[in-house]
């Protein structure tokens, strides 16, 4: 049998087959029919069919009183025919513009080939029967955003990871570090997670329920662009410009647009409580005495962060340089959705780059320079413009990305997506606007790939300065710091703070130490601030944040100066560069934009296929004998052998299923290759997208399909080199 899509109506396949055809080119028209923020051309053509359709549905209007008004006044019948006439054209010009409207917001191309809806549909639906991943526990009707990665799912994420280590691991020589999950409440306090990690949410006052306040606003907004074609375009504008400023809207606007707009509870039409913030960790306490609070880590980075010190040293106490881990992270999600674009346990790679903040060049950026790729600075996206190509070398010397390493890892990210098989024109880098960047933060871009789902940040590159090593430095008495060396020693004014141990010791006995410890980690401000008040006051308020409390400093507790010294080194807290990876976001976009459909040989079926390149490929080859034959199954178990050997993942076929269908099968997971033993002697080895093939000798099979797996060489190469065989009969 065929290899169908399940679950869509055979009008829908042929919409689909149209759409895959034009997916499947070089550069995917698929970006023409979905936006996450349309262009000005599309904004105009949509806000000027809403004025069209206002004004004809006026004329109706008028058109009908008219017709009324014939009527009352016994008017002559072909005067009143002759206005009902006039009526229905205007009707029927209303519902031609409806229509015209209604592919313009829903992203249904000029010929109404298929919408994003049903290719999201016909995508998921082949990812979960094929086994790429499915909902977790499904047994037990599952759990919203929890997935399981089946077999070619997990070869899929395992071939992204390794091709991750490569590209960054061991290309720059990072220092990989593998920490635990579960992190003590200490650690996510110092770093901010534990009061700030939170998104808004509200219940429904009836029955508890909860929901995420920002989701519902935007699922209002959408819903009212996409299907209530009688807003007007000035409602349509205010709707958009809602969607465009969500992500920074504070709880109590939230709340007063939720009851402005009416919005209830999606499921009950309850009314909604206000917004407030919800705490995004999942608690456990470590040991069974529940008296040590902890979380399941949000992200991997503040593991790498608290081993500052060691991999300093481990580094040779010199600076550049970077760590890296891959590993699990976990976030309660109010309302997960979107299949694995938001989930409550996901991988997460993600690498800190530390760094002299007085230098932030860096030594191979003009490996990155001359690329060329669609970016949106802020100036940009304030203006209402679109993103743009603009060379990474300009952008960095204009000053639009703050340096040269925030600069190279941006380059780096874009190589790296696209030799996965992201679309380069459908991958942007989205710099923060000034009121999404945290207050600490020098600059930081988001790495977005477009999908049915709209824009989606799949990395963030940010310059983190060096909040997080001051955070954890002045949290746990440890100084984080790195130093420089002078070549002569330099006479500086230095800041001295001197506590006078006995008369702490005296005042706050066992706990002198940590008093001790906090007067010593004042930065100059602070310091200055308390001699001030000391000089003025006598004593002066001092929260020691070991203690979690405020304490009383006099005058004689305490020396402030400052007084020039003569430097050997300079001492310094590192800048932080950071590009972390969302691994499961990467691989949707990946798996959306290798889909594509075409139709079997007789032209009465349409056929998955996933364009993935090999090197990210779940299965790189497959050996087919081309019909039961002992001889031809003994040649395809040699073949195999091989294979292992050169380390090539494969799956061999001996069944008497048509070679055809199992071309097929093995399209829909994505296999670039397929060796079809046909004489003890030679095989053919097709390609997947073109479906040319090749013939070669038996031992030549696994070296030639190794060579362009390994990326050596290209189908173009090997093509050019060995004869052509036609497929006759035999093809799909």
């Given at each position: 049998?065929?290899?169908?899509?399940?679950?869509?109506?055979?009008?829908?396949?042929?919409?689909?087959?149209?759409?895959?055809?034009?997916?499947?080119?070089?550069?995917?028209?698929?970006?023409?029919?979905?936006?996450?923020?349309?262009?000005?051309?599309?904004?105009?053509?949509?806000?000027?069919?809403?004025?069209?359709?206002?004004?004809?549905?006026?004329?109706?209007?008028?058109?009908?009183?008219?017709?009324?008004?014939?009527?009352?006044?016994?008017?002559?019948?072909?005067?009143?025919?002759?206005?009902?006439?006039?009526?229905?054209?205007?009707?029927?010009?209303?519902?031609?513009?409806?229509?015209?409207?209604?592919?313009?917001?829903?992203?249904?191309?000029?010929?109404?080939?298929?919408?994003?809806?049903?290719?999201?549909?016909?995508?998921?639906?082949?990812?979960?029967?094929?086994?790429?991943?499915?909902?977790?526990?499904?047994?037990?009707?599952?759990?919203?955003?929890?997935?399981?990665?089946?077999?070619?799912?997990?070869?899929?994420?395992?071939?992204?990871?390794?091709?991750?280590?490569?590209?960054?691991?061991?290309?720059?020589?990072?220092?990989?570090?593998?920490?635990?999950?579960?992190?003590?409440?200490?650690?996510?306090?110092?770093?901010?997670?534990?009061?700030?990690?939170?998104?808004?949410?509200?219940?429904?006052?009836?029955?508890?329920?909860?929901?995420?306040?920002?989701?519902?606003?935007?699922?209002?907004?959408?819903?009212?662009?996409?299907?209530?074609?009688?807003?007007?375009?000035?409602?349509?504008?205010?709707?958009?410009?809602?969607?465009?400023?969500?992500?920074?809207?504070?709880?109590?606007?939230?709340?007063?647009?939720?009851?402005?707009?009416?919005?209830?509870?999606?499921?009950?039409?309850?009314?909604?409580?206000?917004?407030?913030?919800?705490?995004?960790?999942?608690?456990?306490?470590?040991?069974?005495?529940?008296?040590?609070?902890?979380?399941?880590?949000?992200?991997?980075?503040?593991?790498?962060?608290?081993?500052?010190?060691?991999?300093?040293?481990?580094?040779?106490?010199?600076?550049?340089?970077?760590?890296?881990?891959?590993?699990?992270?976990?976030r309660n999600e109010i309302s997960p959705r979107q299949g694995l674009l938001r989930v409550r346990e996901f991988t997460l790679a993600e690498i800190e780059h530390f760094v002299d903040p007085e230098c932030k060049s860096h030594p191979k950026y003009s490996e990155v320079a001359d690329l060329e790729f669609l970016m949106f600075p802020r100036e940009l996206q304030i203006s209402a413009q679109s993103a743009k190509k603009i060379q990474l070398g300009e952008a960095v010397s204009k000053g639009i990305v703050n340096n040269e390493t925030l600069g190279y890892f941006i380059g780096r990210v874009y190589l790296f997506l696209t030799r996965l098989g992201i679309d380069k024109d459908r991958l942007r880098f989205r710099q923060h606007l000034a009121n999404e960047m945290a207050h600490y933060a020098a600059d930081c871009w988001d790495a977005e790939i477009e999908s049915s789902y709209g824009w989606i940040e799949c990395v963030g590159i940010a310059d983190r300065s060096a909040y997080d090593l001051h955070a954890h430095s002045e949290k746990s008495g440890v100084p984080l710091v790195a130093h420089e060396k002078f070549s002569e020693p330099k006479e500086v004014e230095k800041l001295v703070i001197a506590p006078v141990k006995k008369e702490l010791g005296l005042a706050f006995k066992g706990n002198q130490k940590k008093v001790v410890e906090a007067l010593e980690a004042m930065n100059e401000k602070e310091a200055l601030d308390m001699k001030a008040s000391l000089e003025t006051k006598g004593e002066v308020e001092f929260y020691v944040c070991t203690l979690g409390e405020n304490v009383t400093i006099k005058k004689n507790m305490v020396s402030i100066s400052k007084e020039k010294k003569k430097e050997h080194q300079r001492t310094f807290t590192p800048s932080v560069i950071e590009p972390s990876f969302g691994i499961g976001r990467i691989i949707y976009c990946l798996y959306e934009h290798s889909f594509y459909m075409r139709p079997s040989k007789a032209g009465d079926e349409q056929l998955n296929v996933f364009r993935f390149p090999p090197l990210v490929a779940p299965i790189k080859c497959t050996v087919f004998p081309l019909v039961q034959n002992q001889q031809y199954e003994d040649v395809a178990k040699i073949i195999s052998k091989s294979l292992t050997g050169a380390g090539i993942s494969h799956k061999i076929d001996i069944t008497g299923t048509s070679i055809g269908k199992r071309y097929a099968r093995t399209d829909e997971l994505g296999v670039p290759f397929a060796i079809t033993v046909d004489s003890i002697s030679s095989v053919t080895i097709r390609e997947r997208d073109s479906k040319d093939q090749i013939r070669v000798d038996v031992e030549e099979a696994a070296p030639v399909v190794k060579s362009v797996t390994d990326g050596h060489k290209t189908w173009a190469d090997v093509w050019a080199n060995f004869p052509h065989h036609s497929s006759g009969s035999v093809e799909d």
């Open positions: 049998m065929r290899i169908l899509i399940s679950l869509v109506s055979s009008s829908t396949l042929i919409d689909l087959l149209s759409f895959s055809r034009r997916l499947h080119t070089k550069i995917s028209p698929f970006s023409t029919l979905i936006h996450h923020k349309p262009s000005p051309a599309m904004a105009a053509s949509e806000d000027s069919l809403r004025r069209a359709l206002a004004e004809k549905q006026s004329s109706i209007e008028s058109q009908g009183n008219t017709v009324r008004a014939l009527k009352a006044s016994n008017a002559e019948k072909a005067t009143v025919d002759e206005a009902i006439e006039k009526l229905n054209a205007l009707k029927l010009d209303k519902s031609v513009m409806e229509k015209q409207l209604q592919a313009a917001v829903n992203g249904n191309g000029p010929d109404g080939s298929v919408n994003k809806e049903a290719f999201r549909q016909a995508v998921v639906n082949t990812l979960e029967r094929r086994l790429f991943y499915i909902p977790s526990f499904k047994i037990y009707r599952g759990v919203a955003g929890l997935y399981d990665y089946g077999p070619p799912g997990c070869a899929v994420k395992s071939n992204v990871l390794s091709f991750w280590r490569q590209h960054f691991v061991l290309e720059e020589n990072m220092l990989e570090v593998d920490c635990p999950c579960v992190t003590p409440e200490v650690v996510l306090k110092a770093s901010g997670h534990v009061d700030k990690f939170t998104d808004l949410m509200v219940k429904d006052e009836k029955t508890g329920t909860c929901y995420r306040a920002d989701h519902l606003l935007k699922d209002f907004c959408n819903e009212k662009i996409q299907k209530d074609l009688s807003i007007s375009a000035e409602k349509a504008a205010e709707l958009k410009h809602v969607l465009a400023i969500l992500d920074d809207l504070p709880a109590e606007e939230l709340g007063a647009k939720i009851k402005e707009y009416g919005i209830t509870a999606p499921d009950t039409k309850n009314p909604l409580s206000d917004p407030y913030p919800f705490n995004l960790m999942f608690q456990t306490s470590i040991g069974p005495s529940g008296l040590s609070p902890g979380y399941m880590r949000p992200e991997t980075a503040q593991g790498i962060f608290v081993n500052f010190k060691d991999l300093y040293y481990y580094n040779g106490n010199k600076l550049p340089f970077a760590a890296a881990q891959i590993g699990q992270a976990f």
